[in-house]
């Protein structure tokens, strides 16, 4: 057996990619406290701007709840 097909069967845990580089928090204070744009936010946290705009509604659907 390979050790993902292993692993897969051992439990409901799956395999879900790297953990994030930046808090999603983080990204909402800058935007909304500090008033950045989001090529500003990615300049400042070294990521890129698509990663800026995937975060701003996860942070919105955090603030729902």
């Given at each position: 057996?390979?050790?993902?097909?292993?692993?897969?069967?051992?439990?409901?845990?799956?395999?879900?990619?790297?953990?994030?580089?930046?808090?999603?928090?983080?990204?909402?204070?800058?935007?909304?406290?500090?008033?950045l744009?989001?090529?500003?936010?990615?300049?400042?946290?070294?990521?890129?701007?698509?990663?800026?705009?995937?975060?701003?509604?996860?942070?919105?659907?955090?603030?729902?709840?």
């Amino acid at each position: 057996m390979r050790p993902r097909t292993a692993r897969r069967r051992q439990g409901p845990q799956r395999l879900q990619g790297r953990r994030p580089k930046i808090d999603p928090v983080e990204v909402r204070r800058l935007h909304e406290e500090e008033r950045l744009s989001p090529t500003a936010i990615a300049r400042r946290l070294g990521i890129a701007r698509s990663s800026v705009y995937r975060f701003l509604p996860r942070v919105e659907q955090v603030d729902d709840l």
